[in-house]
């Protein structure tokens, strides 16, 4: 038996998709690349802007012919979208071919649902909501040597703009004693970097104070935890996201600074530059907060790489309130921002603002931030040309190695295949505005 998995959205989902994969094999499913071999479609899919939506759709479109073809193929839809009030109304009407639709909460129901349908019992849905974390269920990676692994689960934010606390339910924080023994496991497979996920990393620990003796306490932080991962032997590099600026506390900063394994790369979603239409997003920081946090903990780590992620054309963003977020890029000197146009999302707060900003307006005002980003990112990488990077080589293609640097940045580099999942001392001889390409002085 095959499975064919589509997986949209973030690292979140990709995290879900691997346990989707272990568990599938263990009914002895092999996954495939190619829809028209698999006995089992599904897709992990995303909600956070229409688009996404709208890609799964159009999918789903697509699909019905495979199942005429195939009658007995399974289609399932789970992930975000299939966490959302009225979506199984929705799947009914725009997409019957689609045969279950599991939530996020409760991913480890798949191989049960998967047999009901198969056993001809029907259309299977469930949205319930536990709040129960599930441990040690199997997983497929993509790479050996790197792994995600999940630190929170939900987010208590409510940012008005954003779905994500509807979706993926209240925020929960994993036993620190889990994380630790899921990340030994992993470098004992030979991971040699960590990615600790989750919506509000810097929150970690917060649901979990009055539980088991463990976890009391000043044990249960993020900053402790990356303390106790500093100790895993063979663990090379530990990379984190995405961290709220609210909660950036002195004892992070301080952990970052003491912990050589931490990255140095610090993704810090700022959203917007104006005070203004932060307050309205209710992300809990103005711009002037923000800016201090960033020279705070450029203070301490100086070597920091910040990245964001900015959001054009909220409702009642003024042409000041863009210039607002264009200052802000140029002052604090991102590495990278991922840009967005504001998407309204049905049930949260923002998407009932009247002035919502025509979609013609929110492209002009994208590309107007995406023109001075991409100014930012070319100086920032020309200051790097001749400093030597230590580079984790992720692809290998026709004798060229691509790899993350600390800081994040993608460089290529020449090298052979063999060095694909080593550190590179990389130096740094071509500056562009996305990628850097260097010489290595050899794996070490
Ligand atoms: N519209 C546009 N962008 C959004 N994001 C979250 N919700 C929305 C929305 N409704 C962006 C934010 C967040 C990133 C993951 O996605 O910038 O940091
Ligand atoms: Fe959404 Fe804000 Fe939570 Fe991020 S912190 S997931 S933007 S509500």
Known sequence: MQVYLATYGCQANERDS????????????????????????????????????????????????????????????????????????????????????????????????????????????????????????PAIRPYPFKALVNITYGCNNFCTYCIVPYVRGRERSRRLEDILSESRQRVAEGAVELMYLGQNVNAYGKTLKDESADNKGKEASFANLLYRAQEIKELERIRYMTSHPRDFGEDLIRAIAD???????????????????????????????????????????????????????????????????????????????????????????????????????KKARLQAVMAAQAGNSLRLHQELLGQTLHVLAESWDNGVLSGRADGNQLIHFPGEASGVGAFHQVKVKEAQTWTLKGETHGQE
């Open 18 to 137: 691997e346990t989707i994969l272990g568990m599938l094999e263990q009914m002895g499913y092999r996954e495939t690349k190619k829809e028209e071999e698999a006995d089992l479609i599904l897709l992990n899919t995303c909600s956070i802007r229409e688009k996404a939506e709208q890609k799964v759709f159009s999918y789903l479109g697509t699909l019905k012919q495979y199942k005429q073809d195939k009658p007995g193929l399974v289609i399932g839809l789970c992930g975000c979208m299939a966490q959302e009030t009225d979506m199984i109304k929705l799947i009914r009407r725009r997409a019957p071919q689609v045969d279950l639709v599991l939530g996020t909460h409760k991913l480890h129901r798949l191989p049960e649902m998967i047999r009901n349908v198969q056993g001809g019992l029907g259309f299977q849905w469930d949205q319930e909501e536990t709040g129960e974390i599930v441990e040690a269920l």
């Open 259 to 361: 912990c050589p394994k931490v990255s140095r790369h610090i993704h810090l979603p700022v959203q917007s530059g104006s005070s203004r239409i932060l307050r309205q997003m209710n992300r809990g920081y103005s711009r002037e907060e923000y800016l201090a946090l960033v020279e705070r903990i450029r203070r301490q780590v100086p070597e920091a790489v910040f990245t964001t992620d900015i959001i054009v054309g909220f409702p009642g963003e003024t042409d000041e309130d863009l210039q607002d977020t264009i200052t802000l890029l140029d002052q604090v000197g991102f590495d990278s921002a991922f840009t967005f146009m504001y998407s309204p999302r049905q049930g949260t707060p923002a998407a009932k603002l009247a002035e919502q900003i025509p979609l013609r307006e």
